[in-house]
């Protein structure tokens, strides 16, 4: 998306986002690629730069179709490291719910944990 919004003015960009979220919203391969299509030819005359990228990226990008559909949610994702260091994130949050106990700075034994 980050790529595609490079292609189009700022101006445009949130109506491109909800053209291609659109693709996504099937759940059936065949109509993801064919929504896939029709955008990208609804986009041919007004930006030929992004209509050009979406035909580039095609294969790429739908490859999650040709896996179950229970695992698409986790597959469709454009930036799996974002997916991992939110995931990080989420362990490193848990384990800093516990003190810390006989650190530099403790005098006590951790308050008789």
Known sequence: MRNLH???SSKHAPAVTAAVKTIFAHTDPADVGEQWDQVTD??????????AMMREAKTDVLAFTAFPKGHWQKIWSNNPIERLNKEIKRRAD????????????????????
């Open 94 to 113: 848990v384990v800093e719910i516990f003190p810390k106990c006989g650190g530099p700075s403790e005098d006590s034994d951790c308050h008789g944990l």
């Open 6 to 8: 490079g292609a189009v």
């Open 42 to 51: 609804t986009f041919a005359a007004s930006f030929p730069k992004a209509t």
